[in-house]
Every structure is written in C-alpha cells, then in structure tokens.
C-alpha cells in the first residue's frame, strides 16, 4: 500500500481529519453548505394611514410592505404560514422555479386550496440555479395590493457578482395604494360588468411620496447616498394594474439583472418595468460637488388602455449624505425625464436591450428544435349581457368585461388542480383541450371581429416531461390593443422573438435570437404586437400562466400547462405535504 493511499484511508477513520478536510472545502468559492432558512408569516390586519386615509390593511407580520427574505442560491426555505385575517390566503415565491415542489407555488385552486381563517400550511422549496432578486405575494384575489415583499437571493458564499460589488443593496419595491378596500373595488367591478376603481397612489416601499395631497415627508421613501459609492436597487413592480416608466433625476443607471437572470449591462435613464418583474440596477452616486443634494426618483404609468388608470406620478428622494430634504423642497424637485403614458416606442426600444449574460459560468440554454409549436391570441373580449347575470352590465354596448387566451376565457376550480392531477381525478374539474391556436384566426391587431364574446373553462395544456415548447404570444384589438404581462409559473423562459403586428412565422422565425436571448418568468405582450418564448417541460406539475394585471387574471387572462411526470424517480411529482390545505 502506498504511503498517500495509507493517509487517505487514516484520514476517512479519524474525525478531526473530516472536519478539517470538510473546513477546507467549505472555505473553497462556491462550495458552503447549503442552509435552511426558517421564517413565520403571521397574517394580520393592521392599521396604515396614507393621503390621510386610516385603514386597516392585510399584513404580513404587521408589515406593509411585509418583510424580506434572504437565502442564498441552494438553500431550502421553510415558511410557516398562519391565516389571522377574515380571508381566505395563499401565497406565491414569484420566480421561484419550484422545481419539484410544485406544492409550494401558492395560486389558490391552482397548486393548493387557499389557507382558511385560523388555518395554516408551511411551504418549503430549495431554490436551485437562480440568484437575484425576486419577491414573494398574496396569490388569492387582490390580496397582493399589501401582502407582498422581496425576496433576495444571494449567489453562493465566495461567489462574485458579474458587475462590481456595490457599497450597498436596496430593495426597492414599487406599488400602487388605494384609498378604498382593493376586495370591494374587485368585488365591485366584477358584480356590474364594468372595470374597476383606479389606485389612488403609486408608492415606493409603501410610501406614495409628495406629489399627493395629504402626503408628508414622512411618507416619502428617501435612499441616502455616499458621493462615488456604487448602490444596486432591486426593483420590483408590485403594482396591481400598472406597467411603470421609472427614473432618477441627473443619473445613469446601469441594468445587470432580470427576474432573477444576469443579463449583459446595458446603461439606461429611463426604464419601464411591469407587474411581476423584477429588475437589478446600479447606480453611482457623483464624485464629487453634484448640481444638487437631492434628486427625484420617480415612477409614472405606461399604459394604451382605452379605459380609465391612475395617471399620477410618485417621487422618492435620492439624498447625498448631509442633505435635509425640506418639505417644501421635496414638492419642487425636479423631476426625472420619463416618457410619455403612451409611448410603446420608448418601451420597445428599452426592451431590446436586455441580453443574456450567456458566459461561461452562466450559458444561455436556449433550446434550439421545438417538440411543441403554439400560439395563443391575448386579450380582451365580452361576455354578453343576458341571464342570469349576477349583477349589472355596465361594459362596452351593454356587455360584461372579460379576457381570454385563444378565447377561453380561464374559469377558477373549486380544487387544486395539481391535487386532482396527483390523484388522477379529472372529470369536472379541468379540461385538457386548451387550444393550440384560435379556434378562428382574425386579423388580430386590425379590425376587430363582430363577435367578441368569449368561451369559459378551465382548459390545460398537458405536456410530456422534457417537451421543448415555443408559445408566441399575439396581441389583440379587441376592447383596444394594450400590453399584456404574463407571468409563467414554475419556469423561467427565453424570449427568442418580438415584434410589432401580427406574427408571420414564414418571416420572423428567422429572425429569432437563440444566442443570447434574456431569460425571464414576466413578459409583456407589446401593444399591437407579438413575443416569442421558449422553455422545456422538465419540471411536472400544474402551472399556471396568466396575465399579471390583476384586473385582466380576474376577468379569466390565464391557462396551466400539466406536465407530466418523467420516467426516472427524480422526475416525479412527490406526494403533497400532509397539512396542505383542503379545499372541503
């Protein structure tokens, strides 16, 4: 036996020699430990008072917004969820690819029956390759209008960022207030057909700022600088209902991430970000002597809706170290240069510039055949006006809003969908016939159809483990072209195509990016165009895929693909957890 051999096998007898051999590697980048992350969610009303309206609202730990989780890329999270409130809940890891843990993903109906009052469930999920900002909300009505909060994922101890390590990290999360209770704005709209009371602020962290009458510097959100330091903001569009231009007067931000990915840095003055997304920017503070001490930050909606929306501008304050923003100073800063509500142009040419980072050590995996082709037309569309209706029929020519995906307008189930695809049980609860295509193509972004009343069901899409699927998402006119985020649960995708109009697939095929495409779990539909994504069905489960305007999921913007289970055991749905809750 050779010497080394001899010390190789003293060493596997003698523990102090493991330990030490296990420090030695965990001191290597990289290779920590991965942990579990314990944290409780109280559900709670609270009493908040903003623009001089004193409510209670739905918290979480008597947070609002609620409080931020912090992982680092293969941890496993367990959140122990208590249901204080009158309402039903559940709650959704927005981004979080759930990979065999579909039980942890949170839509109501979808993967679980909502949380009961004086209920409670624990969700647990490892969070595997993916590093960034993410966030977490209410996945049940419009609930998520004051249960959500970030959710940060740090790349592995050891491990540098791809950009310059920042002085310092701020979450930034970016919202909408609404004087009135978000359920009876919902439970209104939907009752007389009509759409919905607007917000009646946007906020920064909560705090909607001093452009709103009955808003003090105190319920201004104000990020302290240090001159030449370097600060990452992780935005995330928590808005209910609105896309968001957002900027800093007299700086230059720089974008490294998207929903979660690296992307290759692409500077910006003025940015657009819509619900659901998440955005890592960085930002350098002057040198030195800048023109001023403080500086607006701003959001402001971008919108084409043919409707009414809140149509206001927030402001935070950037404040160099030193500075004491007056009230009064604070209501004449100047502010950012943000395009207008309207300008689709300034959005499109924001949203060609995100590319993968596609390194090495981060490759862009885009798949490059497709098993799958679809082709899903998104909009709006009516429900006519006849009984029974429960309410009124307060929508265009006397009919009731709705939207829909190929013209199935989505109907909730009364149970889980992924408990019934466990349990095999399908009859009455879900169709698998959701449409590849429209039932009767149209000129989707031209004249309207005479007919635009839609079709009800709760339809999925079932899919083999390991399909490669391309989905181009089309526009539509109807009720008026506006931008559509949808939001895809359980994977990320790559966005291979974009353009204007209606798809032509003998043309704009060819022009696919299957290089460096950004990969992304939100993804706006352009007003009066398309957008092409790609993913692989390698994660079974029911997953949901929905508009993230909340309004348009209420009127039935999503569908679920079921993803059957893989041959091999580590490709299987696992049994749900035994206090998941029960729908009856």
Not at 287 to 305: D, G, K, L, Q
Not at 334 to 339: G, R
Not at 420 to 427: D, K, M
Request: charged share 10%.
């Amino acid at each position: 036996m050779g010497s080394s051999t001899g010390r190789r096998l003293l060493c596997l007898a003698s523990p102090a020699c493991l330990l030490f051999a296990a420090a030695v590697l965990l001191a290597m980048p990289g290779l920590t430990a991965a942990r579990t992350r314990r944290y409780s969610f109280n559900v709670t009303m609270a009493t908040v008072t903003r623009l001089c309206v004193t409510k209670s609202v739905a918290t979480v730990n008597g947070q609002f917004p609620g409080p931020k989780l912090v992982v680092r890329e293969g941890d496993t999270l367990v959140i122990r969820v208590t249901n204080n409130i009158n309402n039903n809940v559940t709650f959704h890891w927005h981004g979080i690819r759930q990979v065999r843990s579909g039980w942890a993903d949170g839509p109501a109906y979808i993967t679980q029956c909502p949380i009961r009052p004086g209920g409670s469930y624990v969700y647990r999920f490892t969070v595997t390759g993916q590093r960034g900002t993410l966030w977490w909300h209410a996945h049940f009505s419009w609930l998520r209008a004051t249960l959500y909060g970030p959710l940060v994922i740090l790349p592995p101890r050891g491990v540098a960022y791809p950009f310059p390590k920042p002085h310092r990290e701020v979450p930034l999360l970016l919202g909408e207030w609404f004087n009135a209770d978000p359920e009876a704005v919902i439970k209104q709209a939907l009752q007389t057909g009509g759409g919905p009371n607007v917000s009646d602020a946007y906020t920064f962290n909560g705090l909607p700022g001093p452009t709103y009458n009955c808003s003090s510097s105190n319920d201004t959100f104000k990020l302290r600088v240090r001159p030449g330091k370097t600060y990452l903001l992780r935005l995330i569009n928590a808005a209910l209902n609105d896309e968001l231009f957002f900027g800093v007067a007299n700086h230059t931000l720089t974008v490294v991430q998207a929903d979660a990915s690296y992307v290759k840095p692409f500077a910006a003055t003025a940015l657009v970000i819509s619900p659901g997304q998440t955005m890592d920017v960085l930002l350098t503070a002057a040198a030195n002597n800048p023109p001023s001490r403080s500086f607006a930050i701003a959001v402001a909606p971008y919108t084409n809706t043919v409707g009414t929306f809140d149509n206001t501008t927030a402001v935070a304050v950037l404040e160099y170290y030193g500075a004491a923003t007056s009230a009064a100073a604070l209501r004449s800063l100047p502010l950012p240069s943000l395009p207008a509500y309207n300008d689709t142009g300034a959005v499109a040419n924001f949203s060609a510039s995100f590319r993968s980072l596609a390194s090495a050590q981060y490759p862009a995996r885009v798949p490059r055949t497709v098993d799958r082709h679809f082709f899903f037309a998104v909009g709006l569309g009516a429900d006519p006006c006849q009984s029974p209706v429960n309410g009124t029929c307060q929508g265009p020519n006397n009919t009731r809003f709705a939207a829909s995906m190929n013209n199935v307008s989505f109907v909730m189930p009364r149970t889980s969908l992924l408990q019934a695809h466990y349990q095999r049980r399908y009859n009455g609860v879900l169709a698998a016939n959701f449409p590849a295509a429209p039932r009767t193509p149209f000129n989707y972004t031209g004249t309207p159809p005479n007919n635009t009343f839609v079709t009800h069901g709760t339809r999925v899409v079932p899919l083999s483990f390991n399909t490669t699927v391309e989905v181009v998402l089309q526009d539509t006119s109807i009720l008026g072209a506006e931008s559509h985020p949808l939001h895809l649960h359980g994977y990320d995708f790559y966005v291979v195509g974009t353009g204007f109009g209606n798809y032509d697939a003998s043309n704009d095929t060819a022009k696919y990016n299957l290089v460096d495409p950004v990969q992304r779990n939100t993804i706006s539909v352009p007003t009066a165009g398309w957008v092409a994504i790609r993913f692989v069905a390698d994660n079974p489960g029911v997953w949901i895929m929905h508009c993230h305007l909340d309004v348009h999921l209420s009127w039935g913007l999503s569908m679920a693909w079921l993803v059957n289970d893989g041959p091999l055991p580590n490709q299987k749905l696992p049994p749900p957890p035994s206090d998941i809750p029960m729908c009856s």
